[in-house]
């Protein structure tokens, strides 16, 4: 950082968090600020710290806990500043504001940046790297851990671009997916415009949205122009990748060359959020909108959905959930989960309610209430903040032992 393009921003009258080593931060964006939370591993008592950045809308957050750093990333949107990237490295007693915008686009582009819609950090093992995808739909990287951002040429320039048209909630780059065996690979999704790929780490992109419906098109199968609401994959199977669309549940199984229709069981194949389980790669969450207008269950009830089996079934969690009177929506960066063991499951609703589960969706409790309009949930183990040298070189997932056949049956009995 450097005095003359960074200020330090002080935020008087909040309370502040101080987590430690194994300690869990929730990360929460609202229309109207953001806020942290944190729990120890037991995860039944939480702190609140915030709001931050009152009056913005905060629709993306990270921590970047590789190497030791718990840095935290907010972006920040204001009709006044515009949107501006901020971080903190002591969990929100001071952040950086930007004196000029340090995510823009090049003056040659000829167009503004509206919003940032995810903060991604790279992979283990390029701890300096970190992505932003924004609004309208564009990739930038850092490779000096978000000191200093540039526009990925390769996709900016892509021939499809002045054919993107933008979803309901803009033209957005929301989803980012590095693959961890991969350096070259990565895969981006964009609202509407679907899923990209680019095997050459940037240089060049390709469409993959083959089997993608499109059902508001005339062309239900277009090369491009789906509206992917998310995409995620499991670092232990990275051929294996699951999509949540606009009218749609998918898995691809070849890298995103093709998708399978996987809405087995579901109430609604429409919906945003998507979440992997950390440490199986068969368990995926999802959180389907079960109404003809797109806005809340038409009964009232609030239902998380998991696969144990990569999408061959699905199961309702309810235990702890409001089953009426619950008119919610979850947006598709409202959900998280941690890295624990069992791992937790939190979403936010625009509402204001924040739900969270400590058992992998078994069961749930309302977290807080009274926030809000909840657009953005992220979650982080707190690192040991030690240097890299003094750390042994681990994954950050680890496999969990499968159990028995019989095992699994009997207990899904």
């Known amino acids: 950082m450097t005095t003359r393009d960074i200020v330090v921003h002080y935020l008087a009258g909040i309370r502040n968090l101080a987590p430690k080593r194994g300690d869990v931060l929730l990360m929460v964006g609202t229309t109207k ?5 944190r729990s120890d591993a037991g995860r039944s008592r939480w702190d609140i710290a915030g709001p931050y950045f009152k009056g913005e809308s905060v629709y993306a957050l990270a921590c970047d806990t590789r190497q030791g750093r718990n840095r935290v990333f907010a972006s920040g949107t204001s009709m006044r500043w515009g949107t501006l990237l901020r971080t903190s490295v002591d969990f929100g007693k001071t952040w950086t504001n930007p004196v000029i ?6 003056e040659d582009s000829g167009i503004s940046l509206k919003n940032i819609w995810q903060i991604s950090p790279g992979r283990d093992s390029q701890p300096q790297t970190l992505y932003c995808g924004v609004e309208p739909a564009a990739l930038f990287e850092s490779h000096d851990a978000g000191e200093t951002w540039s ?5 900016f320039d892509h021939p499809h671009r002045p054919k993107w048209v933008p979803g309901g909630g803009g033209l957005a780059l929301h989803s980012i997916v590095p693959d961890p065996a991969d350096t070259n690979r990565m895969y981006i999704a964009i609202s509407a415009a679907g ?4 095997e050459d780490a940037g240089r060049t992109w390709q469409t993959r949205n083959r089997g993608i419906r499109a059902e508001f098109l005339p062309d239900k199968h277009p090369e491009f122009g789906q509206c992917v609401h998310k995409i995620v994959l499991h670092p232990a199977k990275p051929e294996r990748l699951f999509l949540q669309n606009h009218w749609g549940l998918y898995r691809s199984d070849d890298r995103a060359a093709n998708w399978q229709d996987i ?11 998507m979440v992997m389980h950390p ?3 068969d368990i995926v969450f999802i959180l389907p909108i079960e109404s003809d207008a797109f806005r809340c269950t038409p009964e009232g009830r609030l239902r998380v959905y998991r696969t144990r089996d990569a999408g061959a079934s699905w199961e309702p969690l309810t235990r702890g959930l409001p089953q009426q009177g619950a008119y919610e929506t979850v947006l598709r960066d409202a959900m998280a989960a941690d890295s624990l063991d069992p791992a937790g499951v939190y979403f936010g609703t625009r509402s204001g309610s924040l739900y969270g589960s400590a058992d992998e969706g078994k069961s749930w409790n309302q977290i807080v209430e009274g ?12 690192a040991d903040g030690k240097p890299p040298a003094s750390r042994a070189a681990k994954p950050s997932w680890q496999p969990r032992p499968k159990k028995p056949a019989a095992a699994r049956k009997s207990k899904r009995r």
């Open 33 to 37: 600020g953001a806020f942290l939370l």
């Open 151 to 155: 526009l990925v040429r390769g996709l």
């Open 263 to 273: 809405a087995n069981g579901v109430p609604s194949d429409f919906g945003f959020a």
């Open 195 to 198: 899923v990209y790929a680019t």
């Open 279 to 281: 440490h199986d790669p």
């Open 371 to 382: 926030l809000p309009s909840i657009v953005c949930v992220k979650s982080a183990l707190i």
């Open 101 to 106: 915008a340090n995510v823009r686009f090049p």
